[in-house]
């Protein structure tokens, strides 16, 4: 079972920027991808940002596209989330995944991730 830290949620103003941060223990391999979600009131959870094992891939929905960047720190077993130009309509829960042994170069589907972080709130408000 792997073991989640996430942090870096908090109240920002529209605009504003985030960096969230995620670091993962307890791993049973070295090969994985690596997701971000969130979850806001009243819709389904969606993606936000994804790398695949190698980092050579990342994927992006349309509706943050531009305004959010992935990250990870192999050595450190970190992700990270830096978002910018955030929105109101960015206001929810965000969660880190990790995702074993994927297909090489691919970034899984949401339903394909086993293991989940606890989540961490942002909310753009003034």
């Known amino acids: 079972q792997l073991q989640f830290a996430e942090s870096g949620g908090g109240l920002v103003q529209p605009g504003g920027s985030l960096r969230l941060s995620c670091t993962v223990s307890?791993?049973?391999?070295?090969?994985?991808?690596i997701g971000w979600f969130r979850q806001v009131p009243g819709k389904e959870r969606e993606a936000v940002a994804c790398?695949?094992?190698?980092?050579?891939?990342?994927e992006y929905p349309s509706s943050v596209k531009g305004h959010v960047t992935i990250r990870r720190d192999r050595k450190k077993n970190m992700a990270f989330l830096q978002m910018g130009s955030l929105k109101p309509e960015d206001t929810g829960v965000y969660y880190c995944?990790?995702?074993?042994?994927?297909?090489?170069?691919?970034?899984?589907?949401?339903?394909?991730?086993?293991?989940w972080g606890q989540g961490t709130q942002v909310t753009v408000s003034s």
């Open positions: 790398m695949s094992d190698s980092g050579i891939n990342t």
């Open positions: 995944a990790v995702k074993l042994n994927p297909y090489p170069a691919t970034c899984p589907r949401e339903g394909q991730f086993e293991f």
């Open positions: 307890g791993f049973t391999s070295d090969y994985y991808a």
